[in-house]
C-alpha cells in the first residue's frame, strides 16, 4: 500500500505509515507491521501521541514503537530485531536499606555506564558518590525511569553510589507540623478546664450575628510598607514549600490583599478560580483523550499541580490576612479607605 497519514498523529501533525502486508492478511483481520515514510522530530520535552480510531479508517493500531539511536537518528526496533549488542556491565550489586534509599555498588568500570533506578521518572531522586560528587538530574530511560550516566575516568572504576528521594525531608517536617498541631488542638480541649476551674465563668446571654455578602473584607487596609512586607514573607514561605511560580504568585495575591480596600475579595476568588481551574482540566483532558488510569495517570495533568499549590496557598493565607486586617489601626489606614 501507499503512505497514508490518517492512522497517527503527533499532537496535530499526521504522520505518514505505509502498512506491510497482504490483502489476504487484512481481510483476515491478521497482525500486520508498518513503517513511517518520512523522518519525524519532536520538538518538545511532551508531545501528544494519537492513533485513530479502526472504526473509522478500518485499521486498528495495537502497538506503536519509538526508537531513537545516539544523536537523534532512527533506532532498532528491539521488539522485533531485540537489543543492540553492547559491552558487558560491570560487577554490580544494590543494597536497599530503606524504601527511600538505594546504595549501588559497581567494581572493575573501565567504559562509561548507566545507573538506573527502576522507579517512575522524577527529578526528586538525587544520585550522588561515597565521596559526595553530585551525578545531577537523572535522565528519563526505558519510557519510565531514572538513569544517571557515571564516567569512569571521573569517578573511578570502583564506586559506590547512594540514590536517595529528597522530597521525602519535606514530608518527614509535614508529618512533624501536623503532630504538634494535633498536640495543641488536644491542649486547647483540656487545658481550659483546669485553668478556669474554681473561678467565675461570664456568661454571655446574648450575641449579634450579621450577614456578610460575598465581597466582604475584614478590618482596614495596611500601609504599603507593611502590606509589602507581610506578602515577601507570605511569598517566601509558599516558595519554600510549592517552588517559585507558587511563591511569587502568592506574594502579589496577598500584597494587594492586605494594601487595596478590594484585595481580600480577589484573594479569595482566586483561591476558589485556581482550584476550579485544575478540576477543569482535569476533566476535560481526561473526557478528551480518555486516559488509562494506571501508575502514569496522575503526569498527564502534571501542568495542573501549581494551580492546586496556589489555591492551597491562598486559602492559609486568607486567616492571616484577616487577622491583621482586622487589627489595623485607624493610622495605618489608607485614606480611601477611613470612614
Known amino acids: 500500500q501507499s503512505c497514508r497519514d490518517d492512522l497517527i498523529k503527533l499532537e496535530d501533525k499526521p504522520i505518514a505509515v505505509k502498512i506491510d502486508g497482504t490483502v489476504e492478511q487484512i481481510l483476515n483481520g491478521d497482525l500486520m507491521e508498518y513503517q513511517i515514510c518520512d523522518r519525524v522530530e519532536i520538538a518538545q520535552e511532551q508531545e501528544l501521541l494519537n492513533t485513530s480510531a479502526g472504526r473509522d479508517t478500518g485499521y486498528n493500531v495495537e502497538q506503536v514503537v519509538l526508537a531513537s539511536a545516539a544523536g537523534g537518528t532512527p533506532g532498532q526496533n528491539t521488539i522485533t530485531a531485540g537489543p543492540e549488542s553492547a559491552e558487558a556491565a560491570p560487577a554490580t550489586s544494590v543494597d536497599n536499606p530503606s524504601r527511600l534509599d538505594w546504595t549501588v ?3 572493575g568500570a573501565q567504559d562509561p555506564y548507566w545507573v538506573v533506578l527502576g522507579q517512575s521518572f522524577s527529578p526528586g531522586f538525587s544520585a550522588t558518590t561515597s565521596d559526595g560528587a553530585d551525578l545531577g538530574e537523572p535522565q528519563l530511560v526505558n519510557g519510565y525511569a531514572n538513569g544517571w550516566l557515571v ?16 522530597p521525602q525531608k519535606l514530608i518527614w517536617l509535614a508529618l512533624a507540623a501536623s503532630a504538634i498541631g494535633v498536640l495543641i488542638c ?14 467565675s465563668i461570664e456568661v ?27 506578602g515577601i514573607g507570605t511569598g517566601v514561605a509558599a516558595w519554600l514549600l510549592a517552588g517559585w511560580p507558587v511563591g511569587a504568585s502568592t506574594g502579589i495575591v496577598v500584597t494587594v490583599a492586605l494594601g487595596v480596600k478590594w484585595g481580600q475579595t ?11 481551574a485544575a478540576s477543569a482540566f482535569v476533566v476535560l483532558k481526561q473526557f478528551r483523550n480518555d486516559y488509562v488510569v494506571d501508575f502514569n495517570w496522575m503526569n498527564q495533568f502534571e501542568v495542573t499541580h501549581a494551580w492546586t499549590l496556589l ?3 491562598l486559602l492559609l ?3 492571616l490576612v484577616s487577622h491583621l486586617r482586622e487589627n489595623a489601626g485607624a493610622q495605618e489606614s489608607a485614606p480611601d479607605s477611613e470612614s
Open 105 to 107: 555498588d559497581v567494581d
Open 151 to 166: 564516567d569512569p575516568a571521573v569517578h573511578g572504576p570502583d564506586v559506590s553510589i547512594n540514590i536517595t528521594w529528597t
Open 186 to 199: 488536644l491542649l486547647a480541649l483540656f487545658l481550659p478546664i483546669r485553668l478556669l476551674a474554681g473561678k
Open 204 to 230: 454571655v446571654r446574648s450575641m449579634a450575628v450579621s450577614g456578610i455578602t460575598p465581597g466582604y473584607s475584614d478590618g482596614n487596609v495596611l500601609r504599603l510598607g507593611r502590606a509589602l512586607a507581610w
Open 266 to 276: 480577589l484573594l479569595r476568588i482566586l483561591a476558589i478560580a485556581s482550584f476550579g
Open 311 to 313: 489555591a492551597f496557598a
Open 317 to 319: 493565607a486568607d486567616p
